[in-house]
């Protein structure tokens, strides 16, 4: 069983079996004709269940061919120019080159005796990021496993800076206010268009779902500043603290980015955190055309960024960044079996101090990788290709009458919903949009996401592969088109 162990001598059978994988893997993406076979769940779960993982196989050959069988042939390709589902984007070969590398090295990046070189290349990517945001000179941050990670991250941060603020404050003013008694008063801001995680933290961080307010969106999906002002001042009003307000550039369903620099005043004169969930915007960061859309965040006290969303790296490769590194303590522990305090006395960089993981992958190398070959406008100008795509795909779809479309998008996510052209009851319509969904997913040829707005059901268009065209989008038009109508007709017929 040894002669598995990667080492000094299994190195011609590691290049042997990882060569033999990428083989497999390059002739499966050189012949992919649809995102996914349409395989369905009461197919494939037999298949993998009837497999006695007790009983090995000969080599890795065998696995693999048994691999084509149970995960290579029916998986979902984010390449194919048709899946125009989820935040999910193509990735860039520089950084599946790192993958690769770091897979086998396998750095763990929570101290410095286990990732030299790791850790400054972290570090390095992290105040590069910080001075593309424009966060200043003591700006800091870590690499996470995705958004929802980093926006816990940062409101954990908020909420015990919430605290330790106002605590002061009252001590200062003769009274002695606990931690405990402090948690049910704070609030946190954001709008009824942003990420979920931003409840799911409440939540996590003993503050509850309650303290979550959501803020309305204007016409455009962006959070109403207006709105936001009355809440802030009504949450003072009833002796409650605004503990932060959470802007997001880029939302999951209509990539609308709010209004960061009339937020950013009103958490400055409420002296509140400004958190900024840039998940799927933070592409604009590289973009040689754009980045003034994300003017504002540069005020943030915190901001996320998935580098696996718009900088097309493979997943896990996000990042939590701070403008003031000191509030990362309130996410430190010192052990000492692994970063006892002397150790930050000697100024060793242990990542762990600031994460709130332990174990963490070398997942920056990826980004580094990818930013050595190719360059950040050259990431930005495959950003900008799939927002001008959505551009055009608005004007494909507005001027379509068999669809309506919700709002201009910013960056590349379109929402829209199928018409008949008929008088049809409001429950069947939605019913439809599901239908066309699931039926599309069925049939393999494309992949499109779903929604709901103002209590409606809608189709939607993310976009993040520059392969895909203005013709692409069109072909998926007409077969939702279809499989509604499909639908529609075979159910009114049932009716009548």
């Known amino acids: 069983m040894r002669s598995h162990l990667l080492n000094e001598t299994t190195a011609d059978l590691y290049r042997r079996s990882v060569t033999e994988g990428v083989d497999r893997v390059a002739a499966k993406l050189a012949t992919t004709e649809r995102p996914h076979t349409g395989i369905s769940v009461d197919e494939l779960a037999p298949v993998i269940n009837g497999i006695d993982l007790d009983a090995p196989l000969a080599d890795a050959a065998a696995v693999l061919d048994e691999l084509e069988d149970v995960y290579l042939r029916d998986a ?13 984007c193509p990735v860039v070969i520089p950084a599946v080159l790192g993958e690769a590398v770091l897979s086998a090295v396998n750095s763990s990046l929570d101290t410095w005796d286990q990732s030299i070189g790791g850790t400054l290349i972290e570090r390095r990517l992290i105040d590069w990021t910080a001075q593309r945001i424009g966060l200043g000179p003591a700006a800091d941050g870590i690499f996470t496993s995705g958004g929802s990670q980093s926006n816990f991250h940062a409101l954990l941060l ?17 009274t002695e206010l606990t931690k405990a008694e402090l948690l049910p008063k704070l609030r946190i801001f954001t709008s009824e268009a942003s990420h979920f995680s931003v409840q799911k933290s409440a939540a996590m961080l003993g503050l509850g779902y309650e303290a979550v307010i959501s803020v309305p969106v204007d016409r455009n999906r962006r959070m109403d500043t207006a709105v936001l002002a009355l809440e802030l001042e009504e949450c003072a009003a009833e002796g409650l603290f605004p503990m932060a307000v959470v802007a997001t550039a880029g939302t999951t369903d209509f990539g609308s980015i709010d209004p960061l620099p009339e937020i950013a005043r009103l958490t400055a004169e409420h002296s509140a955190w400004m958190h900024v969930d840039a998940a799927y915007g933070c592409g604009l960061l590289v973009s040689p055309t754009r980045r003034h859309l994300l003017d504002g965040i540069e005020h943030a006290d915190s901001v996320t960024v998935d580098y696996h969303k718009s900088f097309f790296q493979p997943v896990s490769s996000s990042a939590m960044l701070v403008r003031d590194r000191d509030t990362l303590k309130h996410a430190t522990y010192h052990a000492d079996y692994l970063n006892p305090r002397r150790m930050a006395e000697e100024r060793i960089p242990n990542q762990v101090d600031k994460s709130i993981q332990t174990t963490r992958r070398f997942d920056a190398l990826k980004l580094w990788m990818t930013l050595r070959v ?18 055009t795909g608005w004007d494909l779809i507005d001027a379509d009458p068999r669809f309506e479309v919700v709002v201009k998008p910013q960056i590349s996510t379109l929402v829209f919903r199928f018409l008949p052209g008929r008088e049809v009851p409001a429950e069947l319509l939605d019913e439809a949009q599901l239908h066309a969904r699931k039926a599309l997913f069925a049939s393999g040829e494309a992949v499109v996401a779903g929604t709901k707005v103002d209590g409606k059901q809608y189709l939607k268009f993310t976009l993040l592969n520059p392969q895909t065209t203005t013709a692409d989008i069109a072909a998926v038009l007409d077969l939702l088109a279809a499989h509604a109508e499909q639908f529609l007709g075979e159910s009114l017929a049932v009716h009548h």
């Open 158 to 174: 908020a909420r015990d800076e919430a605290c330790r603020i106002v605590m002061k404050r009252a001590l200062d003013e003769g």
């Open 76 to 88: 979902v390709y984010f390449h194919h120019p048709r899946y125009l589902g989820h935040l999910n």
């Open 374 to 391: 190719m360059g950040a406008d050259g990431i930005g100008s495959l950003f900008d290709e799939v927002i001008d795509l959505a551009a």
